[in-house]
């Protein structure tokens, strides 16, 4: 049986000779012959998809954990002036595999954003992911279809841990090459990393070409799940239209969050660097790996608890199998989210009043006397925050689409963090044109300790409170597309 071919290569004598374990019951591909399980590619090609992945997402936190050290450092730029350009990047990074799901080609940014052109180029290049998650759409739903209660958590669980292994090393240890050693080498690895990578996807192909094509049920395609070839609208494009407008409040509702989830890598890296980072004698932590410390730890820690404690004892009261809705999981995050950022703002009044205290307000260079830990609640409760919301929100948008327009759905989870980053980037950027006139600082002075980031917090904590009121309204009245919750 191994020397029958698959994918277009297969004929009608062929098939007749396959096992009926080597059919898919009640499936055929995308020209009609019925399904055949693959022998050999699937698994094969896999180690070199995800080692691609991996690389991918260590070579780009690798080099966005610290950028912006590196744009008001080495570069020489305002805060304010990094903490917007860094912020418009990864709006950017965001939406431009957005664009790629309408097949549109992006425009440039504008000169105000322009610092890197290779920074745009990494950008574009995440536009590239997406057409994987288009590849994997049919696979995914039917393996999600396929699951018991226990996979569906073991896979979010996997893809999750997916998510703090990318990140591991380089908040540890190209941050602390980036700043103790040389800038040059600390991104020059990540790039190499990234080259590599090409070569394994590369090497790949030739697994790739042996699998077998994707299965379509005869039953999916009867009750239009799949997308059909028509001249004009029908009902069901209508009723898809509508479906996609629902989302739309809870989209707008979930802005204040992502316009937080943008501050860890901008404005809490500048206050760490402003206080004391020692583990040790002499040893000090760079300023951008309390982001590996507090939050990639907490992310898998919260990962573990949620998915042994958490879901079984909602479990115990909701009886559903998920334990909490993808809609409570996301208010849990949003709550969570809005917490993180009060915290943030009595932390950095208390950094400020320090400074006042030891005489450092015009040192903007000296250390001031506050630990690591200080920091440590606002960047857990940040973490926390991201494994309930961002995962909750990723699966209502991608679950709550009809099947054909599941890129549109993950469209719309990925343009909430670019637009958060994109308002952040917005508001710093006003804000502090506001507040510098008249021979002020502003509240994003270079001199932090003269600044008022905690100002900045608090509006941040306004707008997120009143994004969270708006999503509990709506949350109330919304009705799944499926009966089943997963």
């Known amino acids: 049986m191994s020397s029958i071919a698959t994918g277009d290569e297969i004929s009608e004598a062929e098939i007749r000779l396959l096992n009926d374990e080597d059919v898919v019951p009640g499936s055929v591909d995308f020209k009609g012959r019925p399904a055949v399980r693959p022998k050999t590619g699937c698994w094969k090609s896999s180690p070199f998809i995800i080692g691609g992945g991996v690389a991918e997402r260590l070579s780009y936190y690798g080099i966005s954990s610290n950028l912006v050290s590196y744009l ?8 304010a002036t990094a903490a917007a350009e860094l912020n418009a990047w990864f709006g950017a990074s965001s939406l431009l595999p957005i664009l790629d799901s309408w097949l549109t080609h992006s425009p440039p940014l504008p000169d105000d954003y322009s610092f890197l052109p290779s920074l745009h180029i990494v950008a574009i290049a995440q536009g590239g992911l997406t057409l994987v998650y288009k590849l994997l759409e049919p696979i995914n739903l039917r393996t999600k279809m396929n699951m018991n209660v226990k996979q569906r958590a073991h ?17 540890l240890i190209l941050t602390y090459i980036q700043e103790n050693v040389s800038w040059v080498l600390g991104f ?7 080259l590599l990578a090409l070569l394994l996807f590369l090497s790949g192909t030739k697994n790739w070409k042996a699998a077998a094509p994707v299965a379509i049920s005869i039953e999916e395609e009867a009750q239009g799940i799949l997308p059909q070839k028509s001249a004009q609208f029908s009902v069901a494009d209508v009723e898809d239209a509508k479906s996609l407008l629902r989302l739309a409040p809870i989209w707008f509702a979930c802005l204040g969050y992502s316009i937080i989830y943008a501050q860890p890598s901008t404005l ?40 042994r404690v958490l879901v079984p004892a909602a479990r115990a009261f909701t009886n559903k ?6 809609l409570q999981r996301i208010g849990t995050g949003l709550f969570l989210s809005s917490t993180s950022i009060v915290i943030a703002a009595f932390v950095e009044r208390k950094r400020l009043a320090l400074a006042r205290e030891y005489g450092l307000v015009d040192m903007p260079n000296a250390t001031i006397p506050m630990g690591v830990w200080w920091l440590a609640p606002q960047y857990v409760l940040s973490a926390a925050s991201d494994v309930f919301a961002m995962v909750g929100l990723q699966e209502f948008f991608y679950d709550e689409v009809p099947s054909e327009l599941k890129s549109i759905g993950l469209a719309m989870y990925l343009s909430i963090l670019g637009v958060g980053s994109l308002l952040s980037s917005f508001l710093v950027s006003s804000i502090q044109k506001l507040t510098s006139g008249k021979g002020q600082d502003g509240w994003f002075a270079n001199n932090l300790n003269r600044a008022h980031l905690d100002y900045f917090y608090l509006v941040l904590a306004g707008i997120s409170a009143a994004g969270f009121a708006g999503f509990v309204c709506f949350n109330r009245s919304y009705v799944y597309r499926r009966s089943i919750n997963i």
């Open 72 to 79: 008001s450092g080495a570069l020489g730029q305002p805060t």
């Open 321 to 326: 199998p998920s334990g909490i809705s993808k």
């Open 155 to 171: 896979s979010s669980i996997g893809g999750l841990c997916f998510y703090a292994g990318g990140i591991l090393v380089p908040l």
């Open 268 to 307: 809490f890296t500048k206050q760490a660097a402003t206080i004391d980072r020692h583990i040790t004698g002499g040893f000090q932590l760079p300023a951008a790996s309390l982001q590996q410390c507090f939050i990639s730890v907490t992310v898998t820690v919260s990962l573990v608890l949620y998915d």
């Open 188 to 194: 020059g690895i990540p790039a190499i990393v990234m």
